[in-house]
């Protein structure tokens, strides 16, 4: 029985101490980041830039004014943001509120799904990049996977709005392509307002 429970109280001491010191490479791994923002973020935004073409991508890095450039603009406050959420909080509807203007000026261009919210895996390897020194540790590294797993939920999250976005946009277009036919059957004759069931056709006038 003396050996269970010292057993039992080594296991426990053990767990402790695991969690202790998990839970300082975690401090460590934050504080790191959060000292790096500045440079991370300048990074990750250039590559979020450099996805537009290169007219554009020009205009949104050298004009600094936010009422000229409200695209850059948004962007870049929009990412700090974003990053301090994936450094250490998480909170899926602040990040939304944030990255949601992102993606939606993104789903209205010619992007393809993957590139237009493929730059918020692009993080992984700005971080990478830019703790090329602190990642010697391989206290840094392992702190590195629950980085690594708020990106993942950061992109799906992304993609869920870029989908939304673009269902609005195409139900738009069904919309406004219904109003134009309705619009000429109308200015045709053929076009017959039924107040309970809407509209109907009618053969042409004779």
């Not at 426990?12 to 300082?24: C, D, L, N």
């Not at 979020?48 to 000229?68: C, E, H």
């Not at 919210?117 to 990478?128: A, E, N, Q, S």
């Not at 059957?185 to 076009?191: D, T």
């Amino acid at each position: 029985m003396p050996y269970c429970w010292l057993f039992s109280q080594m296991r426990s001491a053990t767990t402790r101490e695991w969690g202790k010191r998990e839970r300082v490479v975690k401090d460590n791994l934050v504080a790191i980041l959060e000292a790096k923002k500045p440079a991370i973020v300048k990074r990750w935004f250039e590559l979020v830039v450099n996805s537009y073409p290169a007219d554009t991508a020009a205009f949104l890095k050298r004009q600094k004014d936010q009422f000229a450039n409200p695209v850059g603009h948004t962007t870049k406050k929009g990412l700090e943001a974003v990053y301090d959420e994936v450094v250490s909080g998480m909170d899926r509807e602040t990040i939304i509120s944030f990255l949601d203007p992102i993606i939606r000026i993104r789903a209205v261009q010619d992007f393809t799904p993957s590139r237009a919210v493929g730059f918020t895996l692009d993080l992984k390897r700005v971080i990478r990049e830019t703790l090329k020194k602190e990642l010697k540790s391989p206290q840094t590294v392992s702190g590195l996977a629950e980085i690594d797993t708020h990106i993942d939920r950061l992109c799906l999250i992304g993609f869920d709005i870029f989908i939304g976005c673009r269902e609005a946009i195409y139900r738009l277009k069904v919309d406004t392509e219904r109003k134009k036919i309705y619009s000429a059957f109308s200015r045709a004759g053929l076009v017959a307002e039924i107040p309970e069931n809407g509209s109907e056709l009618q053969s042409p006038k004779s």
